[in-house]
Structure formats: structure tokens, C-alpha cells
């Protein structure tokens, strides 16, 4: 009872900063360069790439719930999570890319950061707010077992091996989705 409790406010309080954080964000932001319109147009929607915004930042900041939270989430024994320690993330339709990140394989993790936004755009904010904790807490708070990562993972190691051949991710994502929400 106390974990579903948690895992509520988690997802109310992750709802609320995410639009927070895009919200703040995007105005910052710019578009996809033309190169990587033409390297992702094989892959995803056009119009979704046109409208996805991207920030370069030095670092990525820890939620302040969280913060709030550690008490509980240590009484059940719950990891918290250090987003300080990640490459990017994705606010819907807006990607910060940390700065010491993007000198390595942007590519590849552009186009990571890419299907969250196919997940959020098929999701909806809350129930991609809601799979993405409920995934974490299933999955023994292993981030990297989050089922929506996993197919991130997936999908992005999928273009890395044959970058040139292109598939629809959307269509992916969809038929992924569809097995998630069937569990």
C-alpha cells in the first residue's frame, strides 16, 4: 500500500516537473541542423523532427521532489536516481544533450533521445510519466530494465548496426507500446 502510495506521488510530482522542464526548456532550444533531418528522415516522422527542440547544458539537474521524497523512498528501501549522471533527456518534445556527451557519438544518442519523443507523442505526457516509473519500480529500480530504455536501447543499437537501411520507428514504438500496455 505505502509503494503504491509512493509510486502516485512519484508519478504526479515527475508529471509536474517534466512540463516544468519543458516549459523552461524549449524556448532555449533550437532545431534539428538540416544533416540531421536528413539522417533521421529514414527513420522518423518529418514533421516530428521539426518540431523537436534541442539544449546543450552542463549538466543535467536532479528533479527537486526527489530531494523531497529520500526520507520515504529510503524507508522503502527505493535507490534514488541520479540524473546528474546522464547523458540527455527528453521533455516531450525537447532534448537537453549535456555538453561533455555530445563531443562522443551525438548520432546515436540523438537518435536515442529521439524515440522518447515517439514514446511521449504516442503516450501522452502522464501515461509516459506512468509507464516510465511503474517500469522502474517492476523492474526492481533498475533504470536500465525500464521497458520503455529497453526498447530505446534497442531500437537505437538497431540503427547503429545498419544506419543506412532505415526502418519506421514509429511503427516500432507503436507495436512495442502495445505489448507493454497488454502486460
Known sequence: MIMNQLIAQMVKLGRQWISQQRTAF?????ALSDGALATFSNYFDR??????????VPAIDNPP??????PVLALASVPVLD?????AITFVDTILLVESAVKDNLDSLLFHELIHVVQYDILGLD????????GWV??????????LEMDAYELQYQYESAPDLGFDVQE????RLELVMED
Open 26 to 30: 524549449r524556448p532555449l532550444g533550437h
Open 47 to 56: 514533421n516530428l523532427l521539426k518540431n523537436v527542440r534541442m539544449v546543450t
Open 65 to 70: 521532489f526527489l530531494e523531497q521524497l529520500r
Open 83 to 87: 540524473f546528474s549522471s546522464m547523458a
Open 127 to 134: 501515461k509516459f510519466v506512468e509507464l516510465f516509473i511503474t
Open 138 to 147: 517492476n523492474q526492481g529500480f533498475n533504470y536500465a530494465a525500464i521497458p
Open 172 to 175: 516500432e514504438v507503436s507495436q
